[in-house]
């Protein structure tokens, strides 16, 4: 085999070995840097979609408070006021049950709606889910 100037067989060969050494290395750590920005991009996504939810979550729970606030305060002003009128016509207890009765089913509907809101959010982070399956699967052909 003819030698090229200066250049002894092993050395081509260790040549040849460090060019395939920098190209693995160099494919590693690009594999390495795409899966940091991956997973720093995902953390940030979850963070996001997290905080929506905890948002809505905070806005039916404000609602269920709010609708319980009323709900009590309203019992409270119009059963004295309503009591007062229909005591006119009826007997005081039986107007003050009738009222009690009809302020209770509107603040148990408000209730009822905050809840019932709530048992229909989904938590789970679907972005983030979805996003993190597309990744590994680019990550898979990647390596294949």
Avoid at 89 to 114: D, N, R, S, T
């Amino acid at each position: 085999m003819p030698r090229e100037r200066g250049t002894t067989r092993g050395q081509l060969m260790n040549s040849s070995a460090n060019a395939d050494d920098r190209s693995i290395g160099s494919l590693i750590s690009g594999l390495l840097q795409d899966i940091r920005l991956l997973v720093g991009q995902e953390i940030d996504l979850a963070k996001r979609e997290l905080s929506d939810k905890v948002s809505a979550v905070s806005r039916s729970a404000v609602s269920i408070v709010v609708g319980a606030v009323l709900a009590i305060g309203g019992l409270f002003v119009l059963m004295a006021a309503l009591v007062l009128i229909l005591d006119l016509f009826m007997p005081a207890w039986v107007a003050a049950f009738v009222l009690a009765l009809a302020l209770l089913a509107i603040g148990g509907i408000i209730l009822f709606l905050g809840v019932q809101k709530l048992r229909t959010m989904k938590y789970v982070p679907e972005r983030t889910v979805k996003t993190v399956e597309e990744g590994v699967q680019r990550v898979k052909e990647r390596v294949t």
